[in-house]
């Protein structure tokens, strides 16, 4: 893995008064309009399992998401985002074997798929021009014009704790997306973890200056996981999924079009 450029001193050794994870180091280099790929190694005291997390954070003044489809599952991630000069992107939601995209998936303002009611796909990751949200299925308003969205699931944290009832007994690859209380939000990729040990890091960690994460939703992950940043000046930071995926959430400067 290339070595990050540019360290981040505030991040270098710190500890959570509400989890046994310690961050060990986080390293930062910066990407187009603004955005910003946070590379961080953290430590769980108790067991002595070590996690990274890789998310690009981004002002949702200057930026918005994009979900693209792969309906022939012909392209994986690191080709579509350099295909569309996006700034970041990850892998997007779930889908069935025969590749049909499970729950909401607005693509381009146009409905692929609809809402569903389901036990694990409970939030939506949206935007339109009104910026980028994270919400509760519940609370998402199909009478809204919204140019992207993916349905998926579980909630990792809300109101800036972590959920609860969250699995702690599967380890995987996981994809998330997050959102502070202001106009930030980041897409974000983490090494083999439990979903609950992944919403302790998220809910009490300080992964980047002045963002406390508010809300965060769980994408698709296993195999599925991936995540791309385009750097300013070298090649892609990249890390490819295992599998062929259904979609793509992107991070493109808002006004970019298709």
């Excluded at 350099?82 to 069935?96: D, E, I, M, P």
Aim: hydrophobic fraction near 45%; glycine fraction near 8%.
């Amino acid at each position: 893995m290339p070595k990050l450029r540019v360290a981040v001193l505030f991040l270098a050794v710190a500890t959570t008064a509400h989890g046994n994870w310690t961050i060990l180091s986080a390293d930062s280099e910066p990407g187009g309009a603004g955005i910003v790929h946070q590379h961080v190694i953290l430590e769980n005291a108790g067991t002595n399992d070590r996690a990274v997390v890789d998310f690009a954070i981004f002002s949702t003044k200057s930026c918005t998401l994009r979900v693209i489809q792969n309906e022939d599952g012909a392209s994986n991630l690191a080709e579509v985002m350099t295909r569309g000069k996006c700034l970041a992107g990850v892998n997007g939601g779930y889908f069935s074997p025969d590749f049909a995209p499970i729950g909401l998936l607005i693509t381009d303002g146009n409905v692929v798929a609809p809402l569903q009611r389901a036990r694990l796909i409970t939030g939506v990751l949206s935007a339109s021009t009104h910026g980028v949200q994270i919400t509760r299925v519940r609370e998402f308003s199909q009478q809204r014009k919204v140019d992207a969205a993916v349905q998926c699931g579980p909630f990792l944290v809300d109101l800036g704790q972590r959920a609860r009832g969250l699995d702690n007994s599967h380890s995987a690859r996981r994809t998330f997306a997050a959102m502070d209380s202001s106009d930030r939000a980041a897409l974000g990729f983490c090494s083999e973890i439990t979903l609950l040990e992944l919403a302790k890091i998220l809910a009490t960690e300080q992964l980047a200056e002045d963002f406390k994460i508010l809300r965060a939703l769980n994408l698709d992950g296993g195999s599925s996981s991936a995540f791309w940043f385009r750097r300013e000046t070298s090649h892609a930071f990249s890390i490819s999924e295992q599998k062929t995926v259904r979609d793509f959430v992107a991070v493109v400067p808002r006004g970019s079009g298709d």
